[in-house]
């Protein structure tokens, strides 16, 4: 370890990780987790402890048309911004890591590089904005990276303010009601964007590495399926007269699960995670079930496969069990590849800092997927115990997080200066890849 | 057709149908059904309505302790009474049938026999009371036949008031919110019950027969299933490592199709009907599945033999799946058998009228099947259009429901000189035959 790194580490360590730990308290669940769906009470909670924290140190705080809070830390009058951040909101039931762990490094970050140019020590050509994107989960709004791809152009601001969660509560209402529907338009002019998060895998872990350079992610869509039968009496209904679409919903739920078996191990991943049934009632044969499945591998040609098999096999299913079956594609993400001098600088810097770096993939989608398309981005991974995300039992070690604070640090401080200027990035895909039928 | 027949027809027609199809409305649905789950405000509009309609005649109203509304008709002060009547509520998207016609029957029979002790044509040794039996639908709240088991006993009236349903509210928190929570007892020594429904099943219509009288009814249980793996994210995890409730309950809602096909046709009916699902979100991988499973059939021996193959392969799936399942039997319902002298009683008055009828079973439980419990009971079926119930096509002509009325009327009739005094009954049954186990 270098002298520089001790010296950053006690800096950093205690403020960082009081105040994550702190806003890891803001819906607690009692195993561990967090409870703070977008736009929630919980999630407001969150938005204003970030508020809170920049306003204290006299950064700016504006709100966009979609619910993304930036703090703004000006060090060169109308220059372009590097950004940085992740997302507060988290899954139902989910960990205290995912997204906050992003959020809460780069204000630590910023409060460190905001010091070393007031020191004399950085000499920066862009502002710095710290950002917590609205709905990176999408679990309570589809789909997700919802204000991210709103920024970055890739959905529609005013379609996504009309999306309703279950209840019926649209974005725009919800987001009113926690009051964080803004009128800014956020940053301006980008030169670079950083995002460091749990790796949701168990690669860094098996290997015993630090940190993870993403290069890419994998190719990922998701279809809605809707099973239409017909409501009947489950006691005085013949079998043979029943049409019961929770009977043709499992076997779509169990058709998306073994399709991977037919492709090498692990090279396809595809469930079903929300499932929506009427009337459910103990004593009535279901008369529709909506479904959502979830298709990822880094092959787009495998996934392309495994969707085209599925649709025939929904409709064998609908024939048998006499019923319809309607099935869509939506939420398609192409293969996304982070520029390589992102890549090169995240190894400098781990090799500066004395830290074991690798390059890797990530199939979990990102705020960094979507700003990608519009800034040159770098995308950083720190270990996850056992890789499970998305549940209470997420686990970082309070070591693995300080050495991907003080790496972002680094990395933005880099980017600060204006090391990635110029460099190639995917640009804004084509709409017939990224085509979204929203509910 | 006989001439009194005739003129009963003339008589109790048009006052009939207009009120049954008003009540219709209440609670109607776009498609033809009506949607009254129990102790809803469309609930609350249908009790209202019986309650004008009995105290328009000076009939006494009443509500007992668990929602059950009683009308009195005071024949002989002091006597027994004869109890008739089914219930206002429904299926979520239900039909206007199921329940409501036994009610506006019994209340127009009652009517009926008003004038004819008025008029001296009867001299009844009993009174009559109509009733509306709270929740027999147990939609909303588990288990069905709610208020006539309370009242006959058969449930424990403190604990039912617990009972909640998916929002957390409980029965007595509901019943007070309609103001139909009463203090009264309910009719206090009964001399028999009747009660006319829909079939629920095409025997009738496929044999062109008027009338069915409901000799006994299936042996039911329940089994509520929980299926316990472990969240995780869709994207990030490796299939391998998912331990998927979801799956898991996908595939015990097959198991409990299937198990169908291992006896003769039609001898067993069996679905899964209610399903919650834990946390559901598109993209995590679910937690936690609670199922119910509602298995029917003639012969005992069959519900039990598939039950035990039942909790045998769930077991397995559990250990194919690394899941934690555990299943529980419910709601066991043993065979009934209604008097005998009940069903020559229906035989004898359907020769009088020149209606067709045949002996038959019921699939669907019923409030007579508690009833039948305490006093003895008769239940009369008419057609039912394709058999179709719990749901919004649910049909029986016009035509029909007046046979049925008119039956109902004469059944009454006879029940109030005491043609069934001193019948067998079942009585209660024993404890281990009839556990409950509430949500």
Same mark, same amino acid.
């Given at each position: 370890?270098?002298?520089? $790194? ?58 966009? +048309? ?10 060169? @009058? ?35 590089? %905001?010091?070393?140019?007031?020191? +004399? ?52 209402? *919800? ?35 630090? $940190? +993870? ?22 006691? *005085? ?26 492709? @090498? ?34 092959? @787009? ?19 048998? %069990? ?22 090169? $600088? ?8 004395? $830290? ?84």
């Amino acid at each position: 370890m270098t002298d520089r $790194l001790a010296q950053l580490r006690d800096d950093l360590e205690r403020a960082f990780l009081r105040d994550f730990h702190q806003v890891a308290t803001i819906g607690a669940t009692d195993r561990g987790g967090v409870e703070r769906q977008a736009a929630t009470d919980a999630d407001r909670q969150t938005r204003d402890w970030f508020s809170a924290f920049a306003r204290a140190r006299g950064w700016a705080v504006e709100v966009d +048309g979609i619910g993304n809070l930036f703090a703004t830390l000006e060090f060169v @009058p109308g220059a372009p911004a590097i950004l940085s951040g992740s997302h507060l909101d988290s899954q139902p039931r989910g960990g205290r890591f995912d997204g906050a762990y992003g959020v809460l490094a780069a204000l630590h970050a910023a409060a460190e590089l %905001e010091r070393r140019v007031a020191e +004399g020590e950085l000499t920066p050509r862009y502002n710095l904005v710290v950002v917590d994107w609205f709905n990176e989960e999408g679990s309570r709004f589809p789909p997700s990276i919802m204000g991210s791809s709103v920024y970055a152009g890739l959905l529609d601001r005013e379609q996504i303010l009309g999306v309703r969660d279950l209840a019926g509560t649209t974005v725009r209402d *919800a987001l009113e009601a926690i009051g964080y529907l803004g009128t800014s338009g956020g940053p301006g002019e980008l030169a670079g964007y950083a995002e460091v998060h749990i790796e949701q895998g168990r690669i860094l872990e098996r290997e015993g590495i630090a $940190l +993870g350079a993403v290069d890419s992610s994998w190719y990922t869509q998701k279809i809605e399926i809707d099973v239409i039968g017909e409501q009947s009496h489950t006691g *005085a209904t013949a079998m043979a007269d029943r049409r019961d679409a929770l009977v043709g919903a499992a076997r779509v739920t169990l058709l998306v699960r073994d399709i991977c078996n037919e492709y @090498p191990a692990e090279s396809l991943v595809s469930s079903v995670g929300q499932i929506t049934v009427e009337p459910n009632s103990p004593i009535v044969v279901n008369s529709r079930v909506h479904l959502v499945a979830d298709l990822r591998a880094n092959d @787009p040609a495998i996934v392309r496969s495994a969707r085209d098999a599925l649709m025939a096999r929904f409709q064998q299913v609908a024939d048998e %069990e006499r019923l319809e079956i309607v099935a869509r594609d939506f939420d398609i993400r192409p293969n996304r590849y982070y520029p390589q001098e992102g890549v090169a $600088l995240q190894q400098r810097v781990a090799d500066r800092l004395g $830290l074991s770096i690798r390059r890797m993939q990530t199939m979990a989608g990102h705020d960094s997927v979507a700003m990608n398309t519009i800034t040159p981005s770098v995308m950083m991974f720190v270990p996850s115990v056992d890789g499970v995300s998305h549940c209470e039992r997420e686990f970082t070690s309070d070591g693995d997080l300080v050495n991907g604070l003080i790496a972002l640090t680094e990395v933005i401080a880099e980017l600060l200066t204006g090391v990635l200027d110029g460099v190639a990035y995917p640009g804004v895909p084509s709409t017939s890849t990224n085509e979204s039928r929203l509910r």
